[in-house]
């Protein structure tokens, strides 16, 4: 066997990264998509946007999409600055009704909108990331018996 070939698990894999990046791909569209719809709610109303979604790396290969609070807060001579904090999610991959009460009609119904879309691209992009955990130790085994194979066909 040829061990630049790839395997059916390293082929799994990157089909489930392409997946995955597609996935982060919508959340970013659909983040963009919620902002603009906010800021043009918002337009001529004093304060701010006080809410947004964060697509943040968590490890190599995971993100995290979640939704944050925005709180301005007034510093020294008269500027402004966000703070941001992440909304307490909790077990699942959706967010209690009661995590947006903070959030004002009619912004709070497209929180509601929103939230139902990315609740299933979390639910997709977590099992997408459980399946490749479950098969990359499997690729590094069949990596392994090919190299012993081609020693031994070597060897013969």
């Known amino acids: 066997m040829d061990t630049t070939q790839k395997t059916t698990s390293q082929i799994a894999i990157e089909s489930l990264d392409a997946i995955y990046s597609e996935l982060i791909g919508q959340t970013e569209e659909l983040r963009d998509a919620f902002f603009q719809t906010a800021l043009s709610l918002h337009e001529g109303k004093p304060g701010h946007v006080p ?3 964060r697509i943040r790396q968590t490890s190599p290969n995971a993100k995290t999409i979640e939704w944050i609070k925005i709180i301005m807060k007034s510093k020294a001579k008269g500027k402004k600055e966000n703070l941001y904090f992440s909304i307490n999610k909790g077990v699942g991959s959706r967010y209690r009704v009661g995590s947006f009460s903070f959030v004002k009609e009619p912004l709070k119904e497209i929180v509601r909108s929103y939230e139902a879309q990315l609740a299933d691209i979390r639910e ?12 990359v130790p499997h690729t590094v085994k069949v990596a392994k018996i090919a190299a012993v194979t081609a020693q031994v066909s070597g060897a013969a």
Do not use: F, G
């Open 124 to 135: 997709a992009c977590s099992v997408n990331r459980r399946i490749r955990r479950q098969l």
């Open 51 to 53: 809410i947004a979604i």
